[in-house]
């Protein structure tokens, strides 16, 4: 058993007008964790009330299309054995079948709450960050004979908002009351050369109120999945299937419904259609593949992976789209022997054809690729990918099917001796239509030097430019109809990681992890889709003239048949987003299993001139901005056995 106390001061810039933010709020909790050991192979973790301001921040990150960022779990509760939770949609070796799509997402336990209160001029709002966890169970582990076994359930509680208005306060909620569970099994046979498995996630909400009724009362997901291998596991057949049901107010349907993951509400889609008055919504998803990984010069993979338009797993785990059927073929060649020059060379070709399930043919896509591992234990890589048929069923945030330009892009990177004190890399990647509709770059550097056992530094600095001509902006209700708003938007991104470990002796160590990040985005040449599915660019849009747009006081206005009167307006969607995330951990083992954590963490956001350079945004508003936001913590913790 191992209880905890934190101690946290919390310093920021104040606001003379804000009640809530005075410049410096101070916090003391406190918790419990707990380990038993069930058997050699099977331990029970208990945790209530945990913490985990000690873990590292997240990295920023913005994505222009709409689709939420996967993020990686960090904190030690929900990573340890979280293998045994695993439950992707559709791994493949080809991969380009989202990857990340998974039944379980430990990250939705504890997310920041979901609502928001209504509030009026003048009112000043304490929202909070996260929702605590009350308490959480996992049992966990594999046995001798082949059963791995994962069991995980959660409370985490209901979460208010604090609304002010002039000294009167209330009180809202904004996340209920929610029980999250998890129940993994699965049994090697066949001399551990198969297996079968299944997976089950509830996600249940108590007492939801009128502000928010647009969450699901419960969320159900479970699955089947399976394995065998054969002629010393050289070939194997693989697949799964699951099924997804959500319940909920009308209110909660319907936003599920409109929701970019499926946009039921698409002009066209004549297989989909938006019902008002649904309470549930049942859906599935599933994927097969057969596949040779084993000896030989040869491998290959082929398979299937589809999401019904009515999968939704965001509940308890993640999903990126749904409607979604796709084809992946994977070949790969590699030497078997070392020669003068490499140790080892594989080259790869895989292609990828996608539909929707109203028949829409939406990609095809062809990749070679190859990879070299050099004499000198270097590693290079280079690839290059085609796309002569590009569609989006959701560019437009729920108007018609788009058509997208032919592309081109090509990735490589190099990167050298692992095992030697200084390592070095570089790692590349482009893309271009073929009527340059769309071009993007992006390039990373990156440094490793450990000049000591016990002392690693690292660096990766990054730097990467978009430019494309259809960037959706707003669909915008006219009186000619819907206007489907895009520009041009002209991205720059740049962003450096700093990595420093040094243990001092087994039971000191420091860790720092920070990252500066800045991302302007300037739009121009604003027209509407005219013909999503023309084949020449210039026939899918109508470019607005000069005399057609005028910007006043940071808003748009567009005469589009310029007979002298406004038509819409829209904000201008210039954007320019900084921040600086660090954490500084030392950890000090006092005596074995009971530590000691003193933490500094920053955080530095701010908005600021698209028009200005990269360099000078972050000198402006890192270096000579107002006061970051500063986190102090000391967390103690002990262990003893019973």
Known sequence: MQPYAITKLETYEAEQTNPFLTGQD??????LDAKIGITND?????????????????????????????????RPFFVENKNIFDYRVS?????????????FYSRRIGRSPQGFPQTEAGEFVDQPDNTAILGAAKFSGKTKDGWSIGILESTTARKYATIDNSGERRREVVEP???????????????????????????????????LNFLHKSAYSGGFDFKHQWNERNWYVAGNVLWSHVRGDTTAIIKTQKSITHLFQRVGAKHLSLNPNRTSMSGTGGNIQLGKVGNGHWKFETGFTWRSPELELNNVGFQRQADDLRHYNWIGYQTLKPNNTFRKVGINYNHWSV??????????????NSWQNCKNNWFTNVGFNYSPIQYSNFAL???????LSPEISFSNGIETDSRKKLQLSIFQNGSKALDNSNKSYSIEFGISYQPLNALRISAFPEYS????????????????GITYLNGTVEQKTMSMSLRLNYTINPNLSIQYWGQPFISNGRYSNFKEIIDPLAKSFENRVTTYQNNQVTLNEDVYSVDSNMDGTVDFTFVNPNFSVIQFRSNLVLRWEYIPGSEIFLVWSQDVSRTGDPQHSLFNGLKDNIFNGEKPKNIFLLKATYRFVL
């Open 397 to 403: 945030r729920g108007g018609p099917r788009l058509r």
């Open 42 to 74: 099977l331990t029970l973790d208990l945790t209530i009330n945990p913490d985990f301001e000690q873990v590292e921040a997240d990295p920023s990150a913005i994505a222009l299309d709409g689709f939420q960022i996967f993020f990686e779990e960090k």
């Open 91 to 103: 791994p493949s070796q080809a991969g380009n079948t989202f990857g990340f799509d998974n039944v």
């Open 465 to 480: 430019t978009v430019n494309n001509n259809l960037q959706y902006i707003n669909n915008i209700t006219t009186n000619n």
């Open 26 to 31: 101070e916090k003391f909790t406190a918790g």
């Open 177 to 211: 009351l929610t029980n999250y569970f998890a129940g993994r099994l699965q049994k090697d046979y066949n001399d551990r050369n198969s297996y079968i498995g299944g997976i089950f996630t509830a996600t249940n909400r108590e007492n939801l109120s009128k502000d």
């Open 355 to 368: 539909w929707d399930f109203g028949g829409n043919h939406n990609l095809l896509q062809f990749n070679t």
